[in-house]
């Protein structure tokens, strides 16, 4: 079955940086884009990078210049570098991916900026 894992997360100050991890399995990694999500407390769940099988990738405005996805096909691993941290990325961040109708998620991994 399609098992999502991520990994990464901490405490960093703010203008510090983290990188994500998210080990799937379960199904053939290369042939499927994949997301990357956040949760604050009290918020909507919030897309904060998409790339796709070929590797284009998209970002909102919140994000773009600051977080990077990238994908390793050998190693069915998704990653989010994230850089210039800000105490609005404190969030529980999920790795995301959608066959057909299906949605499936990690158990997140949670993203503290604190000083």
């Known amino acids: 079955q399609v098992r999502l894992v991520e990994s990464g997360g901490g405490l960093v100050q703010p203008g510090g940086s983290l990188r994500l991890s998210c080990a799937a399995s379960g199904f053939t990694f290369s042939r499927y884009a994949m997301n990357w999500y956040r949760q604050a407390p009290g918020k909507e769940r919030e897309l904060v990078a998409s790339?796709?099988?070929?590797?284009?990738?998209n970002y909102p405005d919140s994000v773009k210049g600051r977080f990077t996805v990238s994908r390793d096909n050998a190693g069915n691993t998704l990653f989010l570098q994230m850089n210039s941290l800000k105490f609005e990325d404190t969030a529980v961040y999920y790795c995301?991916?959608?066959?057909?109708?299906?949605?499936?998620w990690g158990q997140g991994t949670q993203v503290t900026v604190s000083s």
């Open positions: 790339i796709t099988t070929g590797g284009s990738t």
């Open positions: 995301h991916l959608q066959i057909v109708i299906m949605n499936y």
